[in-house]
Nanobody, 128 residues
Framework: QVRLVESGGGLVQAGGSLRLSCAASGRALNSYIMGWFRRAPGKDRDFLAG????????KFTDSAQGRFTISRDNAKNTVYLQMNSLKPEDTGVYYC?????????????????????WGQGTQVTVSS
């Protein structure tokens, strides 16, 4: 099991930036895909971005592409989500999650059900 702890959420004005962190412990992550999800008020969790811990390859949804970046720090066992040009519709609870890398296409990892380990979430509120 991978234990995940998110941090870095908060209140920001539209157009601002935040960097979310997800500290992992319990297992080596070189056989995992790390994903960031957002649960907007009244909605299900939506995939935003993912990173293959071993190769560093990344994937973004259309809403995140160009505004968000995902990265990892091997020494700190931490994955980051840098969010720029934030919009009010980015408001929600942001979750970090870990899924076993089973060599599937990225669309497989956009599904919350394939992730076995989740953090507790961190709230991001973007004011207009």
């Amino acid at each position: 099991q991978v234990r995940l702890v998110e941090s870095g959420g908060g209140l920001v004005q539209a157009g601002g930036s935040l960097r979310l962190s997800c500290a992992a412990s319990g297992r080596a992550l070189n056989s995992y895909i790390m994903g960031w999800f957002r649960r907007a008020p009244g909605k299900d969790r939506d995939f935003l971005a993912g990173i293959d811990w071993s190769s560093g390859t990344t994937k973004f949804t259309d809403s995140a592409q160009g505004r968000f970046t995902i990265s990892r720090d091997n020494a700190k066992n931490t994955v980051y989500l840098q969010m720029n040009s934030l919009k009010p519709e980015d408001t929600g609870v942001y979750y970090c999650a870990a899924a076993r890398d089973v060599a599937k296409p990225w669309r497989y990892y956009s599904t919350p059900a394939v992730y076995g380990d989740w953090g507790q979430g961190t709230q991001v509120t973007v004011s207009s």
